[in-house]
């Protein structure tokens, strides 16, 4: 992971894009706009790192909008804001409960991303 730490901020940055136009990024589209290849092992360290700044930023997990090729979902669903690691709660496509809450976390995050954008003109 020691590698990717250093693409903290870019990839921070492409993600917030995302968010505020309402977009969700596939992690091989977000490797690709950083130039580098796509190791899943390593980038979990670096979502995890995103994860856990952001959240205690604003409250929002923007990784959540990191989603998986194959299924147009994330990876996990763990709540941050309640004290969870990163990581630590797989989403289950076959819940829909479960896909439901992901989805209305996901409009309301960019809900609040494409509000801060336009305030910033």
């Known amino acids: 992971m020691?590698?990717?730490?250093?693409h903290f901020w870019p990839a921070r940055e492409i993600i917030l894009d995302s968010c505020a136009r309402r977009q969700k990024i596939t992690?091989?589209?977000?490797?690709?706009?950083l130039g580098l290849p796509l190791a899943r092992q390593e980038w979990?360290?670096?979502?995890?790192l995103i994860a856990k700044s952001e959240t205690a930023k604003t409250g929002y997990d923007i990784?959540?909008?990191?989603?998986?090729?194959?299924?147009?979902?994330?990876?996990y669903f763990s709540d941050l804001r309640n004290?969870?690691?990163?990581?630590?709660?797989?989403?289950?496509?076959?819940?829909p409960a479960q896909?439901?809450?992901?989805?209305?976390?996901l409009e309301a995050?960019?809900?609040f991303y494409e509000a801060r954008k336009k305030e910033a003109g």
Not at 99 to 105: G, H, Q
């Open 2 to 6: 020691a590698r990717l730490v250093r």
């Open 27 to 33: 992690l091989g589209d977000l490797a690709k706009r």
């Open 44 to 48: 979990a360290g670096l979502l995890d």
């Open 63 to 75: 990784t959540k909008a990191v989603i998986r090729k194959d299924t147009g979902l994330s990876w």
């Open 83 to 95: 004290g969870a690691p990163p990581g630590s709660t797989p989403l289950d496509r076959n819940n």
């Open 99 to 105: 896909v439901a809450a992901w989805d209305r976390e």
């Open 109 to 111: 995050m960019f809900d």
